[in-house]
């Protein structure tokens, strides 16, 4: 049991489950009623998914140049892909789309500050 | 969309980023893939995010329309110019021999600059495009025509 | 392989959608698919230069047109029978060509054999660069990249020359507009 074997493992595990992450997102994107379930759907998967996937292939890497570029298509991934769902959250917002739900009480865009 | 402050400040993170990207896809053409269409393409897009957040007249005052003009037709010819260095230098247009000294070094300079006329022309040609469209869009609401859209939604 | 079956549906799913901003977006996932492909490929260059056209520049310009016009197509009644003949004709030819070519990526084809040895040989040894594609682009075909660079500004003077001028209010007679409502 040397310790590349373990790594190779790990990597491996995180690889795999990261995929199974990504699938599932995209069959909730697909089977939920709404845009904003399907944007709570996509997004979360599609952060969390990236982050297994890459950091899986760090594992693999070792400590080289290539980690750093992994790592800086990282953060990029972490900066832009929850923006871009809020941005999709207050367009819907923006062009009237109403939750779903039986207690919504009025969130229009004017009301947030943010 | 100025005052929403979360896409304020991953704006504020993102577009020197894409820019430095862009320079760096750029002048790296010769090493790793890259080039002039691609730098071009990157910095565009830089800009256009920083209109699609701020506006499109703090947009146009960060580069006037002048500015995107004159440097689409300065691209285009900064690459003829330096077929016509080769011409007037002595050898055939387009031909990087007479540029510098040794072979390899002319054959490089030669390229950095047709790349680089090549990635200024398509930076401005997307922007233009762009802002074409924005202010149609702006002057149609403006002139109070209605869109064909909102007759057609049905 | 997975790939070229994402490709096939998605170009299908493009061609039929009749809602623009659908087609939009199918449009986007076309072009990261295709750069995917060249990326399997060993493309580099053409790889970036697809998903940063096609799937970044060409989709923010496509919305920002589709600001301008109706949101979905006008339905096209009939079929045009002798259209659809020729087509299928023609296709089939292209296909049973397609078998005539020889075997892809084999080291004998005769692209392979002319000018193909010469550049990726002498490249380094003539400029000094190790990106093949940069050094013919704008080297060895210098004047083709010329040309590009001038078809790519012809096409910004086409758009504005197109968009420049102010829109005026439009005569429009109101039956027809009702007219085409019903049918559409």
Redesign the interface.
């Known amino acids: 049991m040397s310790i590349e074997l373990i790594i190779q493992v790990i990597a491996a595990l995180m690889l795999g489950i990261g995929g199974i992450f990504a699938i599932i997102g995209g069959i909730g994107l697909m089977r939920f009623p709404d845009v904003f379930t399907r944007l709570h759907a996509g997004s979360i998967t599609d952060t969390l998914a990236p982050l297994l996937i890459i950091g899986g292939l760090v594992l693999l890497v070792g400590f080289d140049l290539l980690t750093f570029k992994l790592l800086a298509i990282l953060f ?1 991934l972490l ?2 892909t929850p ?1 871009a769902s ?2 999709t959250a ?1 367009a819907a917002l923006a062009a009237g789309v109403q939750p779903l739900g039986e207690d919504t009480r009025g969130t229009g865009a004017s009301t947030s500050k ?1 | 969309m100025k005052d ?4 304020v400040i ?1 704006a504020r ?2 577009i020197p ?1 894409v820019m430095l990207f862009g320079l760096y896809v750029q002048f790296h053409g010769e090493y790793s893939p890259g080039g002039g269409f691609q730098a071009g393409v990157l910095f565009a897009a830089a800009w256009i995010l920083f209109v699609l957040i701020y506006g499109l007249e703090t947009g146009l005052r960060v580069i006037p329309l002048r500015v995107i003009y004159s440097l689409g037709c300065l691209g285009v010819l900064l690459y003829c110019a330096v077929g016509l260095m080769g011409v007037i230098l002595g050898g055939r247009f387009l031909d990087y021999q007479p540029l510098l000294a040794t072979p390899q070094a002319a054959q490089q300079a030669g390229i950095i600059l047709v790349e680089f006329g090549v990635g200024v022309t398509v930076a401005s040609v997307v922007m233009m495009i762009f802002l074409q469209f924005a202010r149609r869009r702006a002057q149609s609401q403006a002139a109070g025509l209605e869109l064909d859209q909102e007759q057609d939604r049905s | 392989m997975v790939l070229l079956v994402l490709l096939l549906v998605v170009g299908t799913a493009v061609v039929l959608t009749r809602d623009l901003l659908k087609a939009t977006m199918l449009f986007a996932i076309y072009s990261l698919t295709i750069a995917g492909l060249f990326v399997i490929l060993d493309a580099g260059d053409v790889a970036l230069t697809e998903a940063a056209v096609g799937a970044g520049i060409s989709t923010i310009l496509i919305l920002a047109t589709l600001a301008l016009v109706p949101a979905r197509e006008h339905r096209q009644r009939g079929h045009n029978r002798p259209a659809l003949l020729i087509v299928f004709v023609t296709g089939a030819a292209l296909v049973y060509a397609v078998s005539d070519l020889p075997e892809f990526g084999s080291a004998d084809n005769p692209v392979h054999q002319h000018v193909g040895p010469y550049f990726i040989e002498q490249t380094y040894p003539d400029m000094g660069i190790p990106n093949m594609v940069a050094a013919v682009l704008a080297s060895y075909r210098s004047i083709d990249t010329m040309g590009e660079a001038i078809v790519i500004l012809t096409a910004g003077i086409a758009v504005f020359a197109l968009l420049s001028v102010p829109p005026r209010r439009r005569q429009r007679a109101p039956d027809a507009k009702t007219r085409s409502r019903d049918e559409g």
């Not at chain 2, 929403?4 to 896409?7: K, P, T």
């Open positions: 990029f900066f832009t923006v809020h941005a207050r943010s | 929403n402050s979360i896409l991953v993170f993102l980023l």
